[in-house]
């Protein structure tokens, strides 16, 4: 931002008014020029954009603001370059030394703040949908399991009768299952991507994060548990299988 009126916004804004640099960007009747597009600078549901102090105070006298521009909301943060090997927590401490009645945030704390504005208006509300969720995959793979040992009563029948225990047969479907999962997670992620695209197409200030290394791996291993836990579901029927009633049919 080397020029007057520049500003850089961030991608979803420039998704929401198909903005490019170099483009207006008007805000209250006052034009500025998009000087850059940032990546990931956003905060939960909420776009930031950025001018230097300069230009915001000639927004605020040029601008067709109306009431009190103490009380303007769309003033947020007063962002703080530092110089190239400066240590953030050391500054952020010296400032709020000299300026007792001011909050210094790093750009850690504000994504850790994020993230605990987000549990606690979503995570009562998520829990219960995610549990649902994991009931309702349990019961889908149970019931993709206890089908595909119906349609093969014979075989199990037959090696019951060469001396297969339950266990072992068992053990199989477990396989079965877990293979089914693993080949399943990649085409489930794909699903997830399209539905995050149509989610920051459609609304850009919601951004959908799917390829999140710790969240990838929690539903991977939920995943593989479900598949198991739903391919013993049907044990009972191998269990209960005389292999008599096989040679006799």
Sequence with gaps: MSQPRDIVI????AVLYDLNVGDPFVVADYEFRVAGIAEQASALFTAFSFINYDDMIDF??????IGDISNFPLLSYLLVELEPGS???IIAAEIEKMESDGDVFTPE???ANDVELGKTLFDPVMGVLIAV????ALLVVGMIMFTAVHARLANFGVMKALGFPNHVL???????????????F???ILIAEFGAWIVETNVPLYRVPVMEVAPLTRTF?????LGMLGAYLPYRLIAKLDPAIVFRS
């Design 170 to 184: 068992a053990k199989g479907m477990m396989l079965e299952s877990l293979a089914m999962m693993i080949l399943a």
């Design 60 to 65: 605020f006298f040029d601008s067709d603001l």
């Design 109 to 111: 704390q504000l994504s």
């Design 87 to 89: 240590d953030k927590n």
């Design 186 to 188: 990649p085409l489930a």
């Design 221 to 225: 291993i939920a995943a593989v548990v």
């Design 133 to 136: 969720a994991y009931g309702i």
């Design 10 to 13: 961030d991608e979803s804004l």
